[in-house]
């Protein structure tokens, strides 16, 4: 069992170091008072004061903190997500995809943003609006998995790729709803970095071979 844990965790080194240190922060924001707890995040959001003003100290610190404080629920969301994509393309490049998304999604969800303060269609003091996460990361992220699918189920992965990060724009025409689909479009951009990245996943082929390890009593 440890040897499995420990291999687990060697599979896919960045992500799981990434949910401890997410582990650490909003154990942090439990401690914190509310006024203690806007500050910080208010320091380390990606709003268009901060972009102006200092935006890689807030595009990196951003990614360590998790807006409303729920860790497991993207630690769920991580596991079945971010460790397969970091597995099938290493490291580096899992690193390069969602960095990318994020960075690209921030700035065009901060730019519409701006206009629409320009515009008078949002209040000038959502410059300071509070904006932390993992979202746009993890939507790149999401968006390149497209290619690690194969046919015919990767279109129906990506029609609920479109579905879950294009309606939503479409109800409500948020900045962040903008990022979101941003940043699944960049990781759909990412293809060529995807070839020859091995054979793609059949779900079906997987759901038999789970069946046939059971039934001989062996394990995947």
Same mark, same amino acid.
């Given at each position: 069992?440890?040897?499995?844990?420990?291999?687990?965790?060697?599979?896919?080194?960045?992500?799981?170091?990434?949910? /401890?240190?997410?582990? +650490? @922060? @909003?154990? +942090?924001?439990?401690?914190?008072?509310? /006024?203690?707890?806007?500050?910080?995040?208010?320091?380390?959001? @990606?709003?268009?004061?901060?972009?102006?003003?200092?935006?890689?100290?807030?595009?990196?610190?951003?990614?360590?903190?998790?807006?409303?404080?729920?860790?497991?629920?993207? /630690?769920?969301?991580?596991?079945?997500?971010?460790?397969?994509?970091?597995?099938?393309?290493?490291?580096?490049?899992?690193?390069?995809?969602?960095?990318? +998304?994020?960075?690209?999604?921030?700035?065009?969800?901060?730019?519409?943003?701006?206009?629409?303060?320009?515009?008078?269609?949002?209040?000038?003091?959502?410059?300071?609006?509070?904006?932390?996460?993992?979202?746009?990361?993890?939507?790149?992220?999401?968006?390149?998995?497209?290619?690690?699918?194969?046919?015919?189920?990767?279109?129906?992965?990506?029609?609920?790729?479109?579905?879950?990060?294009?309606?939503?724009?479409? @109800?409500?025409?948020?900045?962040?709803?903008?990022?979101?689909?941003?940043?699944?479009?960049?990781?759909?951009?990412?293809?060529?970095?995807?070839?020859?990245?091995?054979?793609?996943?059949?779900?079906? +082929?997987?759901?038999?071979?789970?069946?046939?390890?059971?039934?001989?009593?062996?394990?995947?």
């Amino acid at each position: 069992m440890a040897t499995h844990v420990v291999s687990c965790l060697r599979s896919a080194p960045l992500t799981f170091l990434w949910l /401890a240190v997410l582990l +650490a @922060t @909003t154990i +942090a924001q439990h401690l914190m008072s509310p /006024a203690d707890l806007d500050r910080v995040l208010g320091a380390r959001s @990606t709003n268009l004061e901060h972009l102006t003003h200092d935006p890689i100290h807030v595009l990196w610190t951003s990614l360590f903190w998790i807006d409303g404080a729920f860790w497991l629920p993207w /630690a769920v969301a991580f596991c079945i997500f971010h460790v397969p994509a970091e597995r099938w393309l290493g490291s580096w490049r899992w690193l390069l995809v969602g960095a990318s +998304a994020h960075i690209l999604a921030t700035f065009v969800s901060q730019g519409v943003l701006g206009l629409a303060i320009r515009e008078g269609v949002r209040s000038a003091d959502m410059i300071h609006v509070q904006d932390v996460g993992v979202s746009y990361f993890f939507a790149g992220v999401v968006g390149v998995l497209t290619y690690r699918i194969a046919r015919p189920w990767r279109w129906i992965y990506l029609a609920g790729v479109f579905i879950y990060y294009g309606v939503p724009v479409i @109800t409500d025409l948020s900045f962040t709803n903008i990022g979101h689909l941003s940043a699944a479009l960049v990781g759909l951009a990412w293809y060529p970095i995807t070839r020859g990245r091995g054979e793609a996943w059949d779900p079906v +082929a997987a759901v038999r071979r789970w069946r046939g390890w059971n039934a001989r009593g062996q394990h995947p």
